[in-house]
Nanobody, 122 residues
Framework: QLQFVESGGGLVQSGGSLTLSCTAS????????VGWFRQAPGKEREGVSC????????NYADSVKGRFTISRDNYKNTVYLQMNSLKPQDTAVYFC???????????????WGQGTQVTVSS
């Protein structure tokens, strides 16, 4: 079965940090861009960050620039999202997905994971 498995979410106080992991299962992700997305209650899913297949390009949503860092370890088939200076508005379910291509973009994703909950208390 082709899927991603996210982990690392939890409850953290405002200003705290978390690192999310996204591990591919059933395929090798070396050739594909990977993105992190989030969805808060009552809101649409939004792109948070993406990383190209070679890590040469990373993109971030304006709301997380300077606070979040995306990285990948292709040997471990895993993408990470380091989240610092967390704010209550970062509270959401965070998902990762593989893009249908090697370059970073906000569209055309597949093989979504089940998500991991991040809750930031004020």
């Amino acid at each position: 079965q082709l899927q991603f498995v996210e982990s690392g979410g939890g409850l953290v106080q405002s200003g705290g940090s978390l690192t999310l992991s996204c591990t591919a299962s059933g395929f090798i992700m070396d050739y594909w861009a990977v993105g992190w997305f989030r969805q808060a209650p009552g809101k649409e899913r939004e792109g948070v960050s993406c990383i190209s297949s070679t890590s040469s390009t990373t993109n971030y949503a304006d709301s997380v620039k300077g606070r979040f860092t995306i990285s990948r370890d292709n040997y471990k088939n895993t993408v990470y999202l380091q989240m610092n200076s967390l704010k209550p508005q970062d509270t959401a379910v965070y998902f990762c997905a593989r893009r249908r291509g090697s370059s970073c973009n906000w569209t055309d994703y597949m093989y979504w994971g089940q998500g991991t909950q991040v809750t930031v208390s004020s």
